[in-house]
């Protein structure tokens, strides 16, 4: 069995209930701008002389473990890296499917926006997140960055849940208030191991 890429059940659980609910479109449109967003983080850790350590699949996404990226600046670089080719392949997918009228390209695009916006939210253990706590940590050491990060992932995981909660009341989706539960249930355990 091969360590460095593992694949949970919860992964599996998700990709069935997008494909049952979503179709096929859906599924290979998330497939897609999740693989550019890693991509992307797996392109800067490789030019910042890093490795992969491991990658894992899990209910709530892709996260990848990386190894020989020294420095707080090269730290940030390699988490930030996947948003922003996560936007740039919305924006190019947008772009052709609006003068195409492609509809896999505009769900690639959209799908492509929500995760760059997801992922730069200020919560472990989501890119924004991982990102500020390198800086602060830098700037002013492990235990208050620690007490900031929890607070910040808190706030965010709340602010979502109540702004899920308002848009199920529209009848608009259930999807972020699901994000905001599950942002604030991972607070939990990775702050209290602090596993980034």
């Not at 998700?14 to 479109?25: E, R, T, W």
């Not at 709530?60 to 600046?73: E, F, R, T």
């Not at 259930?174 to 702050?191: N, R």
Request: glycine content about 14%; proline content about 2%; overall charge positive.
């Amino acid at each position: 069995m091969n360590r460095r890429f593992q694949l949970s059940a919860g992964a599996i659980f998700l990709l069935s209930a997008l494909y049952f609910f979503g179709g096929i479109v859906s599924l290979s449109a998330l497939l897609l701008a999740a693989a550019a967003h890693e991509l992307g983080h797996i392109a800067a850790i490789k030019l910042l002389g890093g490795g992969i350590k491991t990658m894992r699949f899990e209910a709530s996404g892709m996260c990848i473990s990386m190894c020989g990226v020294n420095g707080a600046a090269a730290e940030i670089t390699a988490l930030l890296a996947g948003p922003a080719a996560g936007l740039i392949f919305a924006i190019i997918c947008s772009y052709c499917g609006a003068k195409t009228a492609n509809r896999l390209l505009l769900e690639c695009a959209g799908y492509g926006a929500i995760l760059t916006a997801y992922n730069l939210l200020p919560a472990l253990p989501l890119d924004g997140g991982r990102a500020v706590f390198a800086l602060l940590s830098k700037a002013m050491g492990f235990e208050r960055a620690k007490n900031i990060i929890e607070l910040s992932g808190f706030i965010t995981g709340l602010g979502l849940a109540a702004a899920g909660l308002a848009m199920l009341g529209k009848e608009l989706g259930a999807a972020l208030l699901i994000a905001g539960i599950w942002l604030l249930i991972a607070q939990t355990g990775i702050v209290k191991n602090m596993r980034l």
